[in-house]
């Protein structure tokens, strides 16, 4: 299987079915210096590579829910990391899911369709355990404005902002120290 997405933007990449999450995220558009990178389900042609990793067909129906779905989950994890006092409203997204009892009585959930709205529901059902065993929280946008690159934050205190610290961390440090040194001059001159 060709995985579609995830070296993309070269990020820490998450693990079981939150990489089909992550994937799913990193293929918005997303602004770079030297040119935006392009939302790979627009086109047909790039939609239908991007589904055919995961062994569906390109002229399958349900593109623009996919969309949708994942648009939503960017924007509630913007709220939830950048801007919780923002005034966006994450859309709410539904879908059905098939649970079944098996023989020897476990549970299993699973996507209760087939195509691309189980893609959806396979991402929905992997956010869903995320959140019940808190690995949620790793999953995150780099916090650079300029950039929201989906990454994986494996920090030992889940305290990582930046999709990679040496490009997006750098830029932001260096614009404070700019700042800090301004300041320092303006104290110096008064
Ligand atoms: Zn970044």
């Known amino acids: 299987m060709n995985a579609p997405d995830h070296t993309r933007f070269r990020v820490a990449v998450a693990p079981g079915e939150l990489r089909i999450v992550q994937e799913l995220l990193n293929s918005a558009s997303i602004s770079k210096a ?70 020897d009585g476990a549970v299993h959930i699973g996507p209760g369709s087939t195509g ?17 065993t808190g690995a949620w929280r790793r999953v995150k946008l780099c916090r650079n404005p300029q950039c929201l690159v989906a990454f994986w934050d494996g920090s030992r205190n889940t305290s990582g902002v930046w999709h990679d610290v040496r490009t997006c961390g750098n830029v932001a440090n260096l614009r404070k120290s700019r700042a800090r040194r301004a300041a320092r001059a303006a104290t110096a001159e008064s």
């Not at 691309?116 to 019940?132: D, K, M, N, S, T």
């Open 116 to 132: 691309i709205p189980a893609l959806g529901e396979r991402v929905l059902l992997a956010v869903h355990e995320a959140q019940l």
């Open 34 to 103: 030297g040119g935006d990178v392009p939302d790979l389900l627009d086109a047909p042609d790039t939609a239908a590579r991007w589904l055919a990793a995961y062994g569906i067909p390109g002229d399958s129906p349900g593109v623009g829910d996919l969309r949708t779905l994942r648009d939503a989950l960017r924007r509630s994890l913007i709220e939830r990391d950048h801007d919780p006092a923002g005034d966006t409203t994450p859309a709410a997204v539904e879908t059905t899911v098939r649970v079944r009892l098996d023989a």
